[in-house]
């Protein structure tokens, strides 16, 4: 599934990901807004991301619990990597070129 955005696109600072931009092009691609939460807690069979502290976090929520968690350093990589799992791009690059963690 083509995200419109490519990794030349993601190394560029004008092209930062962050919540606005990840659910103007979740939106854009169609994907079903049911699927996942971009404000946390635990939707029912759904993806979430949540600033938690000074990281990052996205997680797969079902009956209420939170399952594969993953930690992120930057807000751009945890959304690069809700977008990757969403539509199935595992090429996304997940990091933050600008990231040194």
Known sequence: MDTGWTAAESSSEDRHVDIGRLQA???????????????GGTPEDGFSIKSQGREWIVYYSERGGRYNIEKFATEHAACRRLLSLLTGDTDAPTEDPGDTH
């Not at 092009?25 to 404000?39: A, F, Q, T």
């Open 25 to 39: 092009e979740l939106d854009r691609m169609g994907v079903n807004p049911s699927r996942y939460s971009l404000k």
